[in-house]
Each structure stands twice: as C-alpha cells, then as structure tokens.
C-alpha cells in the first residue's frame, strides 16, 4: 500500500510573531523554506527584527498590525498577508493575552478581552486561512498555540483556562471538519515558557530552577517552536485533532504544583 503524498508548504502566516514563541516558529518555519508573514499589536520593532531573520535564511517575510480586540475586522490581515505572500498553507494562531485576577474580582470587560484574543480571535483567524486553502485545492495547516491550561485550571487565570480550554475544543471540531479538505488541525500547549509574556525574555533557561517540574526547569520557546514546525510540515500529514503538550511533564504534576513547589521532595516516595 502506497502512503499519501505529503504536502510540501511554501508559506505560513503566525499571529503575534513579534517575540517569544511566535518569532522562534517564525524562524524555524523560514529555515525550512517558507515564506513568513509576520503579525504583531504592540512592538512593531519586534516584528521587524523577527522579518529580518526570516530574511537572513533566505526567505521572504510580510509584517502586519492586527489587533485582536478589534474583531471581526481584525481577521482581515490573514487576507491581507495571504494576498502578499501569494497563498497560504499554514497558519500558526499564536497571539495570546491573560490575567492575573480572582475569579470574584473580574470585570466583565477584561473577561471579554481575553476571550476575543484568546478564542474568538484565532476562531476567525481560522476560518480565513481554511478558506484559502480550501480554494488553493492542496490541503494545508493549522496549528492552535494552546496553553498546559487548555487541560488544567490555575488560579487567577479564569478567562485564560475558559479560552485555552475552548480553543483546545474548536481545534478538534476544526481537525474534524476540515479533514476532507487535507487540512490538519493540532493544538500545542506550551507550559511556562522564557518568553516576555512570562517576563523571562533572552533567559537562559538551563540556569533556572523550577522544582515542581520533572525536567527542572522552563522551557525555551525554540523548544516549543520545533514541535510547531514539525506540526506544520510534510512529516506530520497524518496528525490531525491532537493536542501537544511542550511543558517539561508540568501537566503530570498539575500547572499549580509545577509553578508553586519549592523543593524536591515528591520525587520520591
């Protein structure tokens, strides 16, 4: 039996691309030969660093502005880049915000932010690029950047886990619809990460403790980038609907345990 022909993608658009995570996959994705079109909302500067080493490995890159609190009209800049760069064939929904409130201090304007830009936001992102690949007629990727609380609650962090965990859910009714159309649909849950969003930028994270993680330590955004890029490649065309966890076995011990464990003890019995 023959095994289908892999789809080879030439170029992917990745929302808040400007830092962290998204700049790694940005970076990754160009070294394997895409063309990158590159969003950011608050450091156009980021943006265009991430562009210039897009371009250092050869490889085109479009930068745009997309405020995702600013929806639906914010979905338009996935047409914008994809009419810029030609096509596309991949999407990574990276962009992502949070909170740090209790649950009985919310206001419901910070729960509703959080949810556009966290939910609502890559909902429509999707629906976008899935109607260019579509009419492209060769299949395509996405990849929904999720977070250990798509699976796990955290206290303070009620709209981010409601919006994590829901996007965790519409990327697998995504996997599901848009399977006939050979485009596949994962999600990545990141655990902590030395990202500016962690206040962890340009760490190096191997001089880091954290004893509530199994691997002692976090993670580097390269390292969740590398499971993004290969999500996103030929190697991967019979992964649909899952989700991956890049969170140094954090989820094995709950996120709140893993952040807030101070000594080693519970490695032994």
Known sequence: MSVPTAQHPRTAVITGADSGIGRGTAVRLARAGLDVGITWHGDLQGAEETAEEVRAHGQRAEVAHMDLTRLPEAADVIDELA???????????????????????????????????????PFLCGQRAARHMIRQGDGGRIVNVTSVHEHQPRVGAAPYCAAKGGLGLLTQVMALELAEHNITVNSVAPGEIATPMTGQEDTDVTGERRPGVPLGRPGDAREVAAVIAFLCGPDSSYVTGASWAVDGGMLRMGPQAGSHLTGDDWRRP
């Open 83 to 121: 009419d810029r760069l030609g096509r596309v064939d991949v999407l990574v929904n990276n962009a992502g915000t949070g909170t740090a409130t209790p649950f009985l201090d919310l206001k419901l304007s910070d729960v509703r932010e959080v949810l556009d830009i966290d939910l609502v936001g």
